[in-house]
Protein backbone atom coordinates (compact mmCIF):
# COMPACT_ATOMS: atom_id res chain seq x y z
CA UNK A 1 0.00 0.00 0.00
CA UNK A 2 1.27 3.74 -0.66
CA UNK A 3 0.41 6.38 1.22
CA UNK A 4 0.13 9.21 -1.18
CA UNK A 5 0.93 12.82 0.62
CA UNK A 6 -1.48 15.85 -0.26
CA UNK A 7 1.02 17.40 -2.93
CA UNK A 8 1.04 14.63 -5.12
CA UNK A 9 -2.82 14.76 -5.11
CA UNK A 10 -2.44 18.25 -5.63
CA UNK A 11 -0.19 17.90 -8.74
CA UNK A 12 -2.93 15.53 -10.35
CA UNK A 13 -5.74 17.73 -9.93
CA UNK A 14 -4.07 20.63 -11.05
CA UNK A 15 -3.68 18.73 -14.85
CA UNK A 16 -7.55 18.75 -15.09
CA UNK A 17 -8.04 21.27 -17.93
CA UNK A 18 -11.69 22.97 -18.27
CA UNK A 19 -14.32 21.09 -18.92
CA UNK A 20 -12.57 17.71 -18.26
CA UNK A 21 -12.82 15.85 -14.86
CA UNK A 22 -10.97 13.20 -12.78
CA UNK A 23 -11.94 10.97 -9.75
CA UNK A 24 -10.61 10.21 -6.72
CA UNK A 25 -10.40 6.71 -7.67
CA UNK A 26 -8.35 7.35 -11.07
CA UNK A 27 -5.78 9.64 -9.19
CA UNK A 28 -5.20 6.51 -6.39
CA UNK A 29 -5.02 3.88 -9.25
CA UNK A 30 -2.34 6.19 -10.86
CA UNK A 31 -0.01 6.56 -7.83
CA UNK A 32 -0.52 3.21 -6.74
CA UNK A 33 0.44 2.15 -9.92
CA UNK A 34 3.73 5.00 -10.37
CA UNK A 35 5.11 3.95 -6.87
CA UNK A 36 4.73 0.66 -7.62
CA UNK A 37 1.98 -0.69 -4.79
CA UNK A 38 -1.39 -2.62 -5.12
CA UNK A 39 -3.07 0.15 -4.00
CA UNK A 40 -3.30 3.68 -2.09
CA UNK A 41 -4.66 4.25 0.83
CA UNK A 42 -8.38 5.22 0.16
CA UNK A 43 -9.23 7.19 3.34
CA UNK A 44 -5.93 9.15 3.60
CA UNK A 45 -6.76 9.97 -0.32
CA UNK A 46 -10.00 11.71 0.33
CA UNK A 47 -8.89 13.79 3.56
CA UNK A 48 -6.21 14.41 1.31
CA UNK A 49 -8.02 16.02 -1.72
CA UNK A 50 -10.05 18.02 0.70
CA UNK A 51 -7.40 19.35 1.64
CA UNK A 52 -6.07 20.35 -1.38
CA UNK A 53 -9.29 21.76 -1.93
CA UNK A 54 -9.41 23.70 1.09
CA UNK A 55 -6.10 25.37 0.65
CA UNK A 56 -6.81 25.97 -2.83
CA UNK A 57 -10.10 27.91 -1.71
CA UNK A 58 -8.54 30.24 0.80
CA UNK A 59 -5.24 31.21 -1.67
CA UNK A 60 -5.98 34.25 -4.18
CA UNK A 61 -2.90 32.07 -6.74
CA UNK A 62 -2.03 29.00 -7.72
CA UNK A 63 -5.89 27.92 -7.83
CA UNK A 64 -6.10 23.78 -7.95
CA UNK A 65 -9.12 23.55 -9.96
CA UNK A 66 -10.73 20.77 -7.12
CA UNK A 67 -13.99 20.83 -8.70
CA UNK A 68 -13.08 19.28 -11.10
CA UNK A 69 -11.89 16.06 -8.93
CA UNK A 70 -15.03 13.80 -8.33
CA UNK A 71 -15.88 10.80 -6.04
CA UNK A 72 -15.02 7.58 -7.67
CA UNK A 73 -18.84 7.22 -8.97
CA UNK A 74 -18.92 10.66 -10.03
CA UNK A 75 -20.54 12.24 -7.22
CA UNK A 76 -19.93 15.97 -5.99
CA UNK A 77 -17.94 16.06 -2.97
CA UNK A 78 -20.01 17.75 0.27
CA UNK A 79 -17.07 18.71 1.99
CA UNK A 80 -15.73 20.79 -0.38
CA UNK A 81 -15.62 24.42 0.25
CA UNK A 82 -19.08 25.46 0.52
CA UNK A 83 -20.57 21.67 0.24
CA UNK A 84 -21.83 20.98 -3.22
CA UNK A 85 -22.86 24.29 -4.31
CA UNK A 86 -19.84 25.62 -5.21
CA UNK A 87 -18.65 22.76 -6.86
CA UNK A 88 -22.16 22.45 -9.04
CA UNK A 89 -22.09 25.95 -10.01
CA UNK A 90 -18.25 25.62 -10.84
CA UNK A 91 -18.80 22.66 -13.09
CA UNK A 92 -22.04 24.21 -14.73
CA UNK A 93 -20.07 26.35 -15.70
CA UNK A 94 -17.55 24.55 -17.48
CA UNK A 95 -20.26 22.75 -19.29
CA UNK A 96 -21.18 19.36 -17.13
CA UNK A 97 -25.01 18.27 -16.03
CA UNK A 98 -25.26 18.09 -12.87
CA UNK A 99 -28.36 15.25 -11.29
CA UNK A 100 -29.33 14.50 -8.48
CA UNK A 101 -30.07 10.80 -6.60
CA UNK A 102 -32.65 10.66 -3.92
CA UNK A 103 -35.34 11.87 -1.88
CA UNK A 104 -33.94 12.51 1.41
CA UNK A 105 -30.38 11.92 1.45
CA UNK A 106 -29.99 13.81 -2.18
CA UNK A 107 -26.47 12.99 -3.54
CA UNK A 108 -25.43 15.30 -6.90
CA UNK A 109 -23.56 13.49 -9.53
CA UNK A 110 -21.92 14.92 -12.71
CA UNK A 111 -23.92 13.11 -15.67
CA UNK A 112 -22.04 10.98 -18.19
CA UNK A 113 -19.00 11.53 -15.94
CA UNK A 114 -16.82 9.32 -17.51
CA UNK A 115 -16.98 10.75 -21.20
CA UNK A 116 -15.06 13.60 -19.37
CA UNK A 117 -12.47 11.80 -17.77
CA UNK A 118 -8.36 12.79 -18.50
CA UNK A 119 -6.09 10.02 -18.72
CA UNK A 120 -3.37 10.26 -16.41
Known amino acids: MFFAPPIYYDELMKKVPEGKLITVGKMREY ?7 DFTDPMTAGIFVTIVAWA ?3 RNDDITPY ?36 TKNIKYYVKDFEKSLIEL
Request: charged letters at 35%; a positive charge.
Open 56 to 58: SYQ
Open 67 to 102: WRTLKSDGELNVKYPEGVELQKRLLEKEGHTIISKG
Open 31 to 37: LAKKNHA
